[in-house]
Structure formats: C-alpha cells, structure tokens
C-alpha cells in the first residue's frame, strides 16, 4: 500500500474540518512589519518537500525578520516556500511575538469551535505547538498551501521533532502540497540534496545568560540631599528555551568593599528582587532593576573608601533554577556635602540700647553624606522704620550664652566647628543646635531683618 495515499486518507477529515471552519472567510496571510527576530539557524534554515521545493524557516524580506521562533510551547512566524509563498507556524500579534504563552494553557488550541477556549485572548484553532521535549504537533497554514499538519492525529505515522542537538527531524504533511522533509538525512540524500533546519533552542535545558549590566547609565552617581535618588541597573538576559523560560531577574548595587553578597543596608548595599522585563523577544529581554538609594550611601570618589567604587550584580535564573550572574563596570559615588538650617532665628522684641535675653536657635542638620562643618557670615538688617542694625551686633556660640560672650558675626564667612557627623542607616537624623544673641543699638527702630549664611564645608 503506498503509504502517501493511505496517511492522505486518514487525515482528509480533519483537514476538511478545518477548512469548512474556515471557509466563510478569506483566510489571508498579511505579514507584519514588527515580528520578533527567529532563533533559526541563519545557515540552516531549509527544509524540502517534493512539491513546495526549498523552504526558508529564516527569511528576511526587506531586512524585516519574518522567520520561525521555536519556543516551549509553541512555534510563531512564518515560512517562504519558493513555489507556494508564505505559510505561518503560529500567530505573531501578541506582545513579544509569543501568543502561545498567554492564557491558561499554554500552545495553540488546535480545535475546530472558532473560540477562545484557553483564554489568551485568540481563537486560535491552529498553530504549531511543542510539548517542551521537541515533539511538534498541530497545523501551519498557507494560502497557497492549505493546512500543513506537523503530527498524524489519527495514528503514528509521522510527526516532526526536534532532536537534542536542536536539529529539526521527521516530516510534516499537507494535502496540497504532499511531503515536506525537515532534514535530508530522512532519505538520505544529503549527499545530493543538502538541507535541513536548526534552531538555537533545545529540548533540554539550557542555562540563561546574563548578557550586559550597565549602572547608572555608566556615569558617576550624584546623590539628592536629604531624600532618595533613584538609581537603574539596565542590561539583557537570555535564555536558549526561548525568554519565557526566563522566571526571574535579580539586581543588587553595592559599594565594592562589600561584595555582591552584602547585607542589605542603606549605606552601602541595596536589592531589587523583581527586577522588570521588557522588549522580550526569541530567547531574550531587557531587564531594568530600580534602586532607591539614600542621600547618605558612602561616597567613594573620596575619603575612607577613595580606592573603592559602586557596582552592579545581576541574576537571571530560568524554570528549572539554572542561574547566571554577571557584574557591571564600576562609577564613582559621589560626596555630598550639603545641610539644612531652620529659620527663621527670632530675637523676639528688643528695646534700643538692651540686648536679647534667653535661647535664640537656629538647628543645622546634616543632609548629605560626608561628616561636614560650616562656615558663617551675615548682613546688614535693615528695620522698617528707621536705622540698621550692623552685622557685628548679632553674637553666635554653640551652647547658651549672654550677649557678650559670644563670638561677632562678620560679613565675610568664618568657618565654625559644627562637628556633624556623616548620616547613616543607624542615625539617619544628624543635628547640631546653634544659639544667638543680638545687641540693639541706638537710631533703630521698627521690625528689623536680615540674612545669615550657613554654607557647608568639608569636616574640620
């Protein structure tokens, strides 16, 4: 019996099925511009069939990839057959180019009801599916080709496989167009007739990769006083099953000194779990891991950690907790000298001729991320109705004090020994308290106001 017209036979029903389905519509082939790049071999990229002729699982028509993408559960794109045009494996419309990877169940439905019954949204009643081990199964479908089936569903008469080395095998078979061979070593003619199909991805498992990190942007970081910066480590991971065996991306960003393995601290060592994807696509995403990083994370472009600097550290692990880590090239995190004063300083009512009484304060407050003190000066005050009261005639010191005890403000900065101490996770709140006096003169009067200069400066 010949066994073309007998597996002919056993599958015309459900062909006929399908193209009834069908048939109401003109079910047209219109290839889009944005479809994913394939992971078919660029040289390896031909299967053969007597009547199809070769058959491109590859092509790049106008330098737009169009090509097959195998995935674990599905086949997506599309194939050239120089005598019959187009013919698509699986729908491209979905994000990423994967439609088979939505909804509850994974792969095409490959049923006759015109639904969508594993709810990702298409009533996909074809496509070519894969069982994760490389056993293909369901319909490709051309317009001038008709349904092409990659598995007998009524016997065991053929099915198309991947092997573990990732090479297509077995035959695929269409009443229009006959037998169509995956490798020229089903007939043996490689000798004669040399093709056959490869596919980067693998039945078993293949490690991800974590292709590039780069942190922020691989400049220098500068920090915001007294709130967070947002910091980004940005790269590609990748993963030879296809990117949706890709479970997790993990990111740290850390002071060099201690390590990827640090413990999780503002100062110097902070995680992002969840790191996002996007633009996935065949067997790779984007990653994007955000940090919050404090205004008082240790500097190193100078001080105790000047010989160090700030490094990123990724981790893409897969469905079958294969990991990759990899880390970025190193940028300076820069010293913040900056402090905060509460105004204003009010000395309250005081008679021409009498000096102020009691605490006058004015709190500094450490908002950056190095140990600073300050340098002081003042200005004229000028009061409402007449007179101004000169600079020499405000008094400051560290703790109470009487007028006359202190030390003369002057117009030209001095530098005062505040002692603020670099913040920290553990004292996050630095602060020193400053007091001030005031001598009225004579010749003044009304409401009199002036400005003060607090300007930070490295420790004393």
């Not at 597996?7 to 193209?19: A, E, G, M, N, P």
């Not at 990659?150 to 037998?179: C, H, L, P, R």
């Not at 991306?249 to 390590?259: D, E, K, L, M, P």
Request: aromatic letters at 10%; hydrophobic letters at 30%; a negative charge.
């Amino acid at each position: 019996m010949n066994i073309r017209y007998f597996l002919r036979d056993k599958i015309r029903k459900k062909i006929k099925r399908y193209l009834e389905i069908f048939c109401a519509t003109s079910f047209l082939i219109f290839l889009p511009t944005g479809i994913s790049a394939d992971n078919i071999d660029a040289t390896y990229k031909y299967s053969w069939g007597e009547n199809t002729g070769r058959m491109n699982w590859a092509t790049t028509p106008g330098s737009v990839e169009k090509g097959v993408t195998v995935y674990s559960e599905c086949l997506t794109g599309y194939i050239w057959g120089e005598n019959h045009g187009w013919m698509s494996v699986g729908d491209t419309g979905c994000a990423g180019g994967d439609c088979c990877q939505s909804g509850t169940a994974k792969g095409y439905e490959n049923d006759t009801n015109n639904t969508d019954d594993d709810g990702d949204g298409v009533a996909d009643d074809w496509g070519v599916n894969n069982d994760g081990a490389g056993n293909l199964s369901g319909y490709a479908w051309g317009e001038n080709t008709g349904w092409i089936s990659f598995k007998d569903t009524v016997g065991s008469n053929f099915q198309v496989t991947i092997s573990s080395t990732s090479t297509f095998e077995g035959y695929a078979w269409g009443e229009g167009v006959g037998w169509i061979s995956m490798n020229c070593a089903n007939d043996s003619s490689c000798g004669t007739l040399e093709y056959k199909v490869i596919t980067s991805w693998s039945s078993g498992n293949q490690a991800p990769v974590v292709s590039t990190v780069v942190l922020n942007g691989g400049t220098d970081i500068t920090l915001i006083e007294n709130t967070t910066k947002a910091v980004s480590a940005i790269g590609a991971v990748s993963d030879g099953n296809g990117y949706a065996d890709i479970s997790s991306v993990q990111g740290r960003i850390y002071r060099s000194g201690v390590g990827s393995a640090c413990t999780l601290d503002n100062d110097n060592c902070y995680e992002d779990a969840s790191c996002a994807l996007s633009n996935c696509s065949g067997n790779s995403c984007d990653y994007t891991c955000d940090f919050n990083v404090q205004f008082y994370a240790e500097p190193t472009d100078s001080g105790a950690y000047g010989s160090e600097n700030w490094l990123a550290w990724v981790k893409v692990t897969d469905s079958q907790s294969s990991e990759d880590t990899d880390i970025s090239a190193g940028v300076e995190l820069n010293t913040l000298q900056s402090l905060n004063i509460t105004t204003p300083i009010s000395y309250g009512t005081v008679a021409v001729g009498e000096n102020s009484t009691g605490d006058h304060t004015a709190t500094a407050t450490n908002t950056g991320n190095a140990a600073i003190d300050v340098q002081i000066s003042g200005a004229v005050m000028s009061c409402t109705t007449r007179g101004s009261v000169p600079v020499g005639s405000q008094e400051y010191a560290l703790a109470s004090f009487n007028y006359g005890a202190g030390t003369d403000l002057t117009g030209s900065p001095v530098d005062w020994n505040l002692d603020l101490a670099k913040p920290d996770s553990g004292t996050p709140t630095v602060t020193d308290a400053t007091y001030w006096q005031i001598g009225m003169p004579a010749g003044v009067e009304g409401t009199c106001n002036g400005t003060n200069t607090f300007t930070s400066r490295s420790a004393l």
